[in-house]
């Protein structure tokens, strides 16, 4: 089974207060210059930014973040953002993998952002309602 589409946008403003919640203010989440001095292909989101945006479509789909038992990924590849105000969107898609007798619903999670993968290895283990 798989469960509906989450998307979100992602801007280079998310990118500034997401800066000032974490103190992560490493240059290459706001800097062309500095980013593409480094070999990156423009300004990148946050990975934890990337990582909990796919765990907030965890906690939707699960009905509420306490219901979120387990969850990881690893990441492929960056999400670049545009200066501009469109930006770019992450898609997050998942698929049932096993729903075990405990209660408990195993997902395989997959995000991708201009269509490659942006995290690999996702998965999340959520309580199923009762």
Known sequence: MEL???????????????????????????????????????????GMFTMALVGRAVAEWAGAPDAVVEYGVRFTRPVVVPDDDQGTEIEVTAKVREVTEDGLTRLDVTATCLGEKVVSQARATIRTAS
């Open 4 to 46: 509906p589409v989450k998307t979100f946008r992602v801007t280079r403003a998310d990118l500034v207060r997401y800066a000032g919640a974490s103190g992560d203010f490493n240059p290459i989440h706001w800097s062309d210059r500095v980013a593409t001095k480094v070999g990156l292909p423009g300004v990148i989101a946050h």
